[in-house]
């Protein structure tokens, strides 16, 4: 399984911007819940968003809640999250993650519930 993240860069505070991951490896992602995590210099990785498997309910982390958006193409096997609003303590690098466990009823959002990571892809936001 691979997980190819995409998308980060540096953008002003207001400002927009749209992660990708592409997955490869597995012929059901769709039937895994699919989430974002970020990890600011000397913090703990923390959760952002996740969706579960047919897209249909999402689950964000308050503090960025009504300015991220998670979505998700299973014909693509593709994961997005669409950010706007952005402020400088989004600043991270960000990472795209699948569910361990199949067909997981609850959104599940400590990061060890997530057994396959992206590579990461860094997010700052300047004021």
């Known amino acids: 399984v691979q997980l190819q993240a995409s998308g980060g860069g540096l953008v002003q505070a207001g400002g927009s911007l749209r992660l990708s991951c592409a997955a490869s490896g597995r012929s059901t992602f769709s039937r895994y819940t699919m989430a974002w995590f970020r990890q600011a210099p000397g913090k703990e990785r923390e959760f952002v968003a996740a969706i579960f498997r047919s897209g249909g309910t999402t689950f964000s982390a308050d503090s960025v809640k009504g300015r991220f958006t998670i979505s998700r193409d299973n014909a693509q096997n593709t994961l997005y999250l669409l950010m706007n609003s952005l402020k400088p303590e989004d600043t991270a690098v960000y990472y795209c993650?699948?569910?361990?466990?199949?067909?997981?009823?609850?959104?599940?959002?400590?990061?060890?519930?997530?057994?396959?990571w992206g590579q990461g892809t860094l997010v700052t936001v300047s004021s």
């Open positions: 993650a699948v569910d361990r466990r199949y067909m997981r009823a609850v959104v599940a959002t400590p990061p060890y519930e997530y057994n396959y």
